[in-house]
């Protein structure tokens, strides 16, 4: 490092004349060498005018500082948050005292959780004796509260989040990794993850377009025989004839490959909440994916609305580079005539914990299921948990749908790595996207019969 300060350094560092002239003339020109002092060099300094751009992120907490109580942290959305917990949450203690009474016997007998564990931060109980007695059962999901507490705490913080700067196109000669998630980071050149904290938000944001890409993409994670039937081999080896078309010397050798989009893919998520509501620019990670391929992806139901507007309109297009989506609130039932004709090579429909089983939505799949079916196009559909997907997966099998298996049940593998917390049952989280499974309407083959 000397070697690299000396040529730098040497005229202010040069014996001074010994003429008066000469000496004022070298004061002056050590005076304004002056910032390249020694000290200047070792010695942090604020600049005079603050970066506009690193202006943006000053945090509000710092990162020794994430873990505050709910009802005490300094961030307005997390009090209200413990306020909603003590009001309509459950104290599991007086929940099992009360659990063979009447539901309104046990409503006004049940106290709300207004007690906050002081590890968690989390309210949990309704008095700090109840939490003593349950306290064996509540260390089961206390690290789990905990970590979301400081989770929401570092969202909300201020900093700068690097960890959303995503890479934009890549190469169509550096191969991408769908193993996992570390791999596909690292292969697709994401900034380095410092923290488990880190990933759990990315993955969080991420994965719904991960989990499509990773099913569609020739190099997916599920194999023949071990999660793939041979039905859906078939149907994504039809899907991927489209996705990874053949390279034409002059076409699609080009540079810029998203110019050169020569196929259309349709991608419905029926029943669409939180996946709808994501930035145009997180689903370009999908589309990164495929650089020869446009998209459309068709969000449908009731809660269908696009990110950042106040619209009303209940059908909606939104164009994004080499994507265009489009949002309708309306049912599926509806949305289908208007959709059709479907093309199992075009055509692919994920179902995002649609929550098939559930007996406040199971009635509203009834009619979207058959209607599916007979499209022969790819279904695939998600859930929080096991219990979750092989309740869904049970509704199928016993409503005596004719379909063929594409992929087993089985957990996936860009699936969120945040849990989320049921705020009416604290003991209770899910990970968005935890299993998935696959279906298609059974297709028969024709053959002559014999002369």
């Given at each position: 490092?000397?070697?690299?300060?000396?040529?730098?350094?040497?005229?202010?560092?040069?014996?001074?004349?010994?003429?008066?002239?000469?000496?004022?003339?070298?004061?002056?020109?050590?005076?304004?060498?002056?910032?390249l002092?020694?000290?200047?060099?070792?010695?942090?300094?604020?600049?005079?005018?603050?970066?506009?751009f690193?202006?943006?992120?000053?945090?509000?907490?710092?990162q020794?500082?994430?873990?505050?109580?709910?009802?005490?942290?300094?961030l307005?959305?997390?009090?209200?948050?413990?306020?909603?917990?003590?009001?309509?949450?459950?104290?599991?203690?007086?929940?099992?005292?009360?659990?063979?009474?009447?539901?309104?016997?046990?409503?006004?007998?049940?106290?709300?959780?207004?007690?906050?564990?002081?590890?968690?931060?989390?309210?949990?109980h309704?008095?700090?004796?109840?939490?003593?007695?349950?306290?064996?059962?509540?260390?089961?999901?206390?690290?789990?509260?905990?970590?979301?507490n400081?989770?929401?705490?570092?969202?909300?913080?201020?900093?700068?989040?690097?960890?959303?700067?995503?890479?934009?196109?890549?190469?169509?000669?550096?191969?991408?990794?769908?193993?996992?998630?570390d791999?596909?980071?690292?292969?697709?050149?994401?900034?380095?993850?410092?923290?488990?904290?880190?990933?759990?938000?990315?993955?969080?944001?991420l994965?719904?377009?991960?989990?499509?890409?990773?099913?569609?993409?020739?190099?997916?994670?599920?194999?023949?025989?071990?999660?793939?039937?041979?039905?859906?081999?078939?149907?994504?080896?039809?899907?991927?004839?489209?996705?990874?078309?053949?390279?034409?010397?002059?076409?699609?050798?080009?540079?810029?490959?998203?110019?050169?989009?020569?196929?259309?893919?349709?991608?419905?998520?029926?029943?669409?909440?939180?996946?709808?509501?994501?930035?145009?620019?997180?689903?370009?990670?999908?589309?990164?994916?495929?650089?020869?391929?446009?998209?459309?992806?068709?969000?449908?139901?009731?809660?269908?609305?696009?990110?950042?507007?106040k619209?009303?309109?209940?059908?909606?297009?939104?164009?994004?580079e080499q994507?265009?989506?489009?949002?309708?609130?309306?049912?599926?039932?509806s949305y289908?005539?208007?959709?059709?004709?479907?093309?199992?090579?075009?055509?692919?429909?994920?179902?995002?914990?649609?929550?098939?089983a559930?007996?406040?939505?199971?009635?509203?799949w009834?009619?979207?299921?058959p209607?599916?079916?007979?499209?022969?196009?790819?279904?695939?559909g998600?859930?929080f948990?096991?219990?979750?997907?092989?309740?869904?997966?049970?509704?199928?099998?016993?409503?005596g749908?004719?379909l063929?298996?594409?992929?087993?049940?089985?957990?996936?593998?860009?699936?969120?790595?945040?849990h989320?917390v049921?705020?009416?049952?604290?003991?209770?989280?899910?990970?968005?996207?935890?299993?998935?499974?696959?279906?298609?309407?059974?297709r028969y083959?024709?053959?002559?019969s014999?002369?």
């Open positions: 490092m000397a070697s690299r300060l000396r040529p730098v350094l040497a005229p202010a560092l040069r014996i001074l004349p010994r003429t008066a002239a000469a000496r004022a003339s070298s004061s002056a020109a050590i005076s304004a060498r002056r910032s002092s020694l000290k200047s060099f070792f010695t942090s300094r604020k600049p005079a005018t603050s970066d506009p690193t202006s943006q992120f000053e945090p509000v907490l710092e020794a500082d994430l873990f505050h109580p709910l009802s005490k942290s300094p307005a959305p997390v009090r209200a948050k413990a306020d909603w917990i003590a009001s309509h949450g459950t104290c599991p203690v007086c929940k099992e005292q009360h659990a063979a009474e009447e539901e309104e016997a046990k409503k006004a007998k049940s106290k709300p959780p207004s007690y906050e564990c002081p590890d968690c931060g989390y309210p949990t309704c008095s700090e004796e109840h939490y003593k007695m349950d306290k064996e059962h509540h260390k089961h999901v206390c690290g789990t509260l905990r970590e979301v400081e989770d929401e705490h570092d969202l909300r913080s201020g900093r700068r989040m690097k960890e959303f700067e995503f890479p934009g196109a890549q190469h169509r000669d550096e191969a991408i990794n769908l193993s996992n998630w791999t596909f980071l690292y292969t697709r050149g994401f900034l380095s993850m410092n923290s488990e904290r880190s990933m759990r938000h990315v993955s969080h944001v994965t719904y377009p991960l989990t499509i890409g990773s099913v569609l993409h020739q190099s997916s994670p599920y194999q023949l025989g071990k999660d793939l039937t041979v039905e859906g081999l078939k149907s994504l080896a039809a899907l991927r004839h489209t996705l990874h078309p053949a390279m034409i010397p002059g076409i699609t050798q080009n540079q810029d490959l998203r110019s050169t989009a020569t196929h259309t893919v349709r991608i419905f998520c029926l029943g669409a909440r939180a996946e709808s509501h994501l930035p145009p620019h997180i689903y370009m990670q999908l589309a990164y994916l495929f650089p020869t391929t446009a998209f459309q992806i068709h969000f449908v139901g009731p809660d269908a609305i696009p990110p950042h507007t619209s009303k309109e209940p059908h909606q297009h939104v164009h994004y994507m265009t989506f489009v949002y309708d609130n309306s049912r599926y039932e289908h005539a208007e959709a059709g004709p479907f093309n199992p090579y075009y055509d692919v429909f994920f179902l995002f914990s649609p929550g098939l559930h007996p406040s939505t199971k009635d509203m009834k009619p979207t299921i209607l599916l079916l007979d499209t022969k196009c790819a279904i695939f998600t859930g948990d096991e219990r979750d997907v092989m309740n869904d997966v049970a509704e199928i099998e016993n409503a749908y004719e063929d298996w594409l992929m087993k049940p089985r957990e996936n593998v860009f699936r969120s790595l945040k989320e049921n705020m009416t049952d604290v003991r209770q989280s899910a990970q968005c996207n935890w299993g998935i499974w696959g279906i298609r309407g059974r083959d024709v053959r002559p014999d002369q």
